[in-house]
């Protein structure tokens, strides 16, 4: 049977949410496996569709390749960022992946984590996924 997930779409783009909790990779690994990404932000306008959400999830940014250069998972460098105050810091030098980590009054809601922690993550990608089950 066909079985459409929920994704929701905003712009060209198409977000998938998920509950469960992963490391950054295998959230990624996820993401990848249904033809998506994690999700890449662009604008102050995705950073609010997300943070409706209201979720505490990896997006696809990571410097675990150079500490202190941010890239997303497509290796474009960050256009426009939204770090927590005071972020990111690479706390215990351990810390190479952002999570969304929602706040209440304010739209700078990224902190870097270690990639090992467990969280929610978001897909992005340019179609709906539709994923035939035995
Ligand atoms: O105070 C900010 C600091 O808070 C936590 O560390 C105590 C965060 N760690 C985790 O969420 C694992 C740090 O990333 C954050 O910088
Ligand atoms: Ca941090």
Redesign the pocket.
């Known amino acids: 049977r066909l079985f459409l997930q929920e994704w929701k779409q905003f712009g060209s783009s198409y977000y998938y949410f998920f509950n469960k909790e992963k490391s950054w990779s295998a959230a990624r690994q996820d993401c990848r496996e249904r033809g998506a990404d994690l999700v890449i932000i662009n604008s102050r306008e995705e950073q609010e569709f997300i943070k409706k959400e209201n979720k505490y999830v990896w997006i696809g940014l990571s410097d675990a390749k150079s500490e202190g250069q941010w890239k997303w998972v497509d290796e474009s460098p960050l256009s426009t960022a939204f770090w927590r105050s ?2 990111p ?1 690479n ?1 215990n030098g351990d ?1 190479n992946c952002a999570v969304f980590s929602t706040t209440a009054d304010t739209l700078k809601a990224w ?4 990639c090992s ?1 467990e969280a929610g993550w978001i897909c992005e990608s340019t179609q709906p996924y539709v994923r035939r089950l035995q």
């Open positions: 005071g972020e810091n706390a810390e902190n870097d984590i270690p922690y």
